[in-house]
Every structure is written in structure tokens, then in C-alpha cells.
């Protein structure tokens, strides 16, 4: 067996041809899809956890907003690392074909020195 570097890592040439035979087939029985407008993330060392729902509060000089939370995802820091990677592409691909996305307040921008 060889041995080629891919990528900074190691791998023999019987892994690789038995990696390009996994096929994965998505079930969608049982999706269900949600629009979510709020998440917040927070972690321990063996998890990272994503809380997603939903603010009906449109009126932003309200001192206190009701945020319905309806989902919590629960990953492994390795899985929540993959995530990053893929979001990170596809929001790169996204600000290449569409323009940059401004998450700044309205206004912040005008105070920054």
C-alpha cells in the first residue's frame, strides 16, 4: 500500500478507494422544516449547543424581547468544527454571487472611529 498526503493529513491508498464508495442516501420521511430568525450558541467541553426560535418583536427600542425558542441542537465540538467549515463556504460563495452581508446594527457604523 501507498501512502499519499491529502490535505495535511495522512491516508493509505485502500482507505481512500473504500472512502469514494460511501454513498450516503437522505431520508426525508420524517423533515420538518421551521424558519427561525434567533439563535444562540453556547458550549462545554464536550458539547456545543445551538438554540434556535423565533423573535415576533419587530419594534427594536423595546428594552426586553420574548424570543420563542424551538429547537436545540446538540453537537460534538468535531461536528460543530465541520459545520463551521461548511457554513463558512457557503456563505463565501453566497457573498461572491449576491454582495457582503452587513450584520451591523443600522447606525453602528456611524460611531465607529
Not at 426525508?28 to 458550549?43: D, G, H
Not at 419587530?58 to 425558542?69: G, K, N, P, Y
Not at 465541520?82 to 450584520?103: A, Q
Request: aromatic letters at 8%; glycine letters at 4%.
Amino acid at each position: 500500500m501507498t501512502e499519499k498526503l491529502n490535505e495535511g493529513s495522512m491516508e493509505t491508498q485502500g482507505e481512500k478507494d473504500s472512502q469514494a464508495q460511501v454513498r450516503i442516501r437522505f431520508n426525508t420521511e420524517n423533515l420538518k422544516s421551521s424558519y427561525v430568525n434567533f439563535c444562540n450558541v453556547t458550549s462545554t467541553r464536550e458539547e456545543v449547543i445551538l438554540n434556535f426560535g423565533l423573535n415576533k418583536d419587530w419594534d427594536r427600542s423595546q428594552r426586553e424581547i420574548q424570543v420563542d425558542l424551538e429547537h436545540r441542537l446538540i453537537l460534538s465540538p468535531f461536528a460543530a468544527k465541520r459545520l463551521h467549515i461548511m457554513l463558512t463556504n457557503l456563505l463565501d460563495n453566497y457573498e461572491k454571487r449576491f454582495g457582503k452581508i452587513n450584520v451591523e446594527p443600522p447606525g453602528k457604523a456611524d460611531f465607529q472611529h
